[in-house]
């Protein structure tokens, strides 16, 4: 059974896209997806939604539920090195080495038309995945991380901060909490 969230798109860090270059101008995404990929055929995961089809970015959505992730019914990748290398820190460069474990759960993500900063946006459904860096082995986890979703799927056009979109996820990868 498919729960719905409705949330609204809010700016996010753009580090996932790259145009906060914090690691490289390539950003997070790009670099994680091929490792995602050799994972997933190593463990014969059958992902309803290609990875090479992402977009190199994310879609921040808040939603104001508390939820986190059911491990066994998602997509988890463990031990994945996709940094390895100077970055540029408040102290300027340092050297990283960025092993992390994420999530992917599928999703079903709708936008409906709607008037944002003066223009009408269109409606949109794709498939994806909600993008969830392990908070046990993320940096610096975010207190706001389990209300909010960070939504990797193909480049939706036109897409707004303050629009509203529909996120659909299988009530089993998940569990909700107040």
């Not at 539920?65 to 019914?73: E, H, I, L, Q, Y």
């Not at 463990?78 to 340092?94: A, I, K, L, M």
């Not at 994806?128 to 991380?145: F, Q, S, V």
């Not at 897409?159 to 009530?171: F, L």
Request: include cysteine.
């Amino acid at each position: 059974m498919l729960k719905p969230f409705k949330g609204t798109i809010t700016q996010g860090k753009q580090i996932a896209s790259g145009l906060c270059d914090r690691y490289t101008s390539e950003g997070t995404i790009k670099p994680q997806l091929p490792l995602f990929q050799k994972i997933a055929d190593a463990r014969g995961y059958n992902l309803p939604t290609p990875l090479s089809s992402l977009h190199h970015g994310t879609i921040n959505c808040v939603h104001g539920t508390n939820w986190a992730p059911v491990r066994d019914k998602s997509f988890y990748f463990d031990d994945v090195t996709w940094f390895d290398g100077e970055r540029q820190s408040h102290n300027g460069p340092e050297y990283v080495v960025k092993t992390e474990n994420f999530f992917l759960i599928p999703v079903l993500i709708k936008t409906t038309p709607q008037p944002v900063s003066g223009t009408m946006t269109k409606a949109h459904e794709t498939s994806g995945y909600i993008y969830l860096p392990d908070p046990g082995t993320k940096e610096n986890p975010d207190a706001n991380e389990y209300h909010r979703f960070e939504l990797l799927c193909p480049f939706i056009p036109g897409v707004k901060y303050g629009q509203t979109i529909e996120v659909y996820v299988d009530a089993e990868s998940i569990h909700t909490f107040d």
